[in-house]
Structure formats: C-alpha cells, structure tokens
C-alpha cells in the first residue's frame, strides 16, 4: 500500500459560500515515517493560474440553477487577506438545504493499478463564528468540508429515484450516508463566539487516522475532489 497526502488552502465566506483556493500540495510518503517513499508529488500555487482545477455543484434540483445562483470564476482574494493574490471562487444560495460546491482534478505519474492510502489537510480562511444559528443549520457547524479520491471523474447525475434532483456519483455508487461520513474532515466554524462578529481567521481541518483509499486506472491517473456540503440556509 501506497501514501498520499492532498494539501489546500482555500477561503469559505458565511452566507454566500464564497470559496478561494490558495494553493494545494499533493504528495506521497512511504509506509514508515523514518523511511519515506515519494509516490507522487503535485504541488498547485493558485495565485497565477488555475493548474486545471474545475468546479461542479450537485445536490439540488434540477432547474434551480439560477435561482441558487451557482457562481464559480477565478479571482484575487478578498480584503483582508492579500488581494494581489488569485484563487479559485464558488459561490451558491442553498435552497436545497443539501449544496455540495466542489473543486476536482485528474492527477497522473502514479503507478498504474495500485492501491493508496490519500490523507488530505485542507487550511482555509473562514469568517465564520462558532455557536451561531441559522435557518436549516448552523452558518458555521453545518458547512462541513469535504474531500475524497475517486477512480472515476466526480460528477453530478440525476438519481434513478428523482430524475429531478442531481446527486454526486461517486457517493452513491455504495451507501451514501457511509460515504458522507468518511468524507467529513470538519465545518468551517472558526474559534471566535457569535457574539464578536464576524472576521477572518485560519483553520485547518484533515483526515488523519481516516485515510481514503483509491486504486489507479491502468494509466497510473486517479481523480482527487473537495469543497463543501452545506446544511445551512440562510
């Protein structure tokens, strides 16, 4: 078994969902830590360039489209944070109360039909206090952010059940509440109380002790994905 660790950064921002990918480390380690063995190594620094990144939203009706205002472009960050650096934006109003907004890339130069161990860290800039109330949830507690590796692209599809509602694929390919589970690396509340308002700070959440497993196509290629899947309405 193989090791790889996913790395990024990236802002959320209360209400709109807005967020920023600053950058993203994708390497692998050996099976010891005394004794590493590189499996893979892809570094993305988002100031300058996209590197490939492509956005996609699922969980919500069909033809609700414009209504929840699904955004993703690719802009300089927000005050306070360096405004001469770029990054990856989404942005969604959550009428399905279930939006997953979600970044994806094939990487490659893996060994080919081999299995590996994917542990991502995901750092973010988040507004967010904790403990406040919102409609469905929580504005902060009920954002979780998600990640996962997949064999197969990550993509949006109509539910044979509800051809009126898009789901993600590679969720409910097995039992979708399992795999949403497993996919939680944390939320986007930060450590500040409701009460001081909101104003940015770095968190950092990951899935170490519950590392993804994925196998290679023939190619050595595998598909990586994150974002968020929000429980909050307003």
């Keep these: 078994m193989q090791y790889l660790k996913l790395k990024v950064f990236y802002n959320l921002k209360a209400k709109t969902l807005v967020c920023i990918l600053l950058a993203c480390l994708f390497h692998g380690c050996g099976t010891t830590e005394t004794d590493p063995e590189i499996a893979g190594e892809y570094e993305f620094n988002f100031r300058e360039s996209e590197h490939g990144w492509e956005a996609f939203f699922t969980d919500y009706n069909v033809g609700w489209g414009d209504d929840m205002e699904l955004t993703s472009d690719y802009r300089s960050l927000p005050e306070p944070l360096n405004t001469e650096d770029n990054g990856h934006y989404l942005s969604a109003v959550n009428l399905s109360d279930d939006v997953k907004m979600l970044l994806r890339r094939e990487v490659e130069g893996l060994e080919p039909n081999t299995a590996y161990q994917v542990n991502f860290t995901v750092g973010f800039a988040t507004n967010v206090p904790s403990g406040c109330a919102g409609i469905g949830g929580a504005p902060g507690e009920a954002v979780n952010v998600i990640a996962d590796a997949s064999e197969i692209m990550p993509e949006a599809f109509l539910d044979a059940e509800n051809e009126n509602y898009f789901r993600l694929n ?23 109380e409701c009460e001081a308002g909101y104003e940015y700070e770095i968190k950092e959440v990951n899935s170490e002790g519950n590392p993804d497993e994925v196998t290679t196509n023939e190619e050595g290629r595998v598909w990586l994905f994150f974002g968020t899947r929000s429980g909050f309405e307003g």
């Design 170 to 192: 590679v969720q409910h390919r097995g039992g979708p509440q399992e795999w949403y589970q497993n996919a939680i690396l944390g939320d986007i509340a930060n450590s500040r």
